[in-house]
Each structure stands twice: as C-alpha cells, then as structure tokens.
C-alpha cells in the first residue's frame, strides 16, 4: 500500500513536498516513481530513484524538482521547487513494475 500526503495549493513560484509512505518489506529495493496527470491530459511520468538512489527527470522538472528516499521508513518523496501553473496536476506515486499505485494528491499552481 502506497499513501500520500503533501498536496496543496500554491503560488507560482511557490514550493511543495510530497511524501509516499510504502507499507512492505521490500520497499528498500524497489525503484519508485513519482506521475502527475492533469485535467484532459494523460498520466506521464514526472521522476524515479532506484534503490540505489539513482534518478531521472522528466526534462519539463529538471533542476526544480528533487526525488528522494528513506528507506529507513519506507518513504519517498518529491520537492518541488519554482513550481509553475503547468505542473497543476494529481500527482501519484508508484512503486515500479508491480501494480502499486497511491489514491493521489492533488497539486494546484495559481498564477
């Protein structure tokens, strides 16, 4: 189970953090994902770490954003920094190539 936290509503310009809490043991080895889905548009994805703590970046986000984990208690997260009216969005979190998925939460940039 994937639960989330840390949506909100901000001014453009303005910074977020997002956590995802992961309830399994595996959690440590796994690579997660961080996606966003805007109204209309389709589910892309926005970045990842490996266990390792190796990431990418969804080009639109680098040098703003930042992934991160603790593997100590199970989390991931997302700083979201400059943050602009296009990156209003459901954002989930994933944990990669199982079925996975948190319920979302909702970031919206006012301009």
């Known amino acids: 189970q994937l639960v989330e936290s840390g949506g909100g509503l901000v001014q453009a310009g303005g910074s977020l953090r997002l956590s995802c809490a992961a309830s399994?043991?595996?959690?440590?080895?796994?690579?997660m994902a961080w996606y966003r889905q805007a109204p209309g548009k389709t589910r892309e994805l926005v970045a990842t770490?490996?266990?390792?703590?190796?990431?990418i970046y969804k080009d639109s986000v680098k040098g703003r954003f930042t992934i991160s984990r603790d593997n100590a208690k199970n989390t991931v997260y997302l700083q979201m920094n400059s943050l602009k009216a296009e990156d209003t969005a459901v954002y989930y979190c994933r944990m990669e190539q199982t079925i996975y998925w948190g319920q979302g939460t909702q970031v919206t940039v006012s301009s």
């Open positions: 770490i490996t266990g390792s703590h190796d990431t």
């Open positions: 399994t043991s595996i959690f440590s080895i796994m690579t």
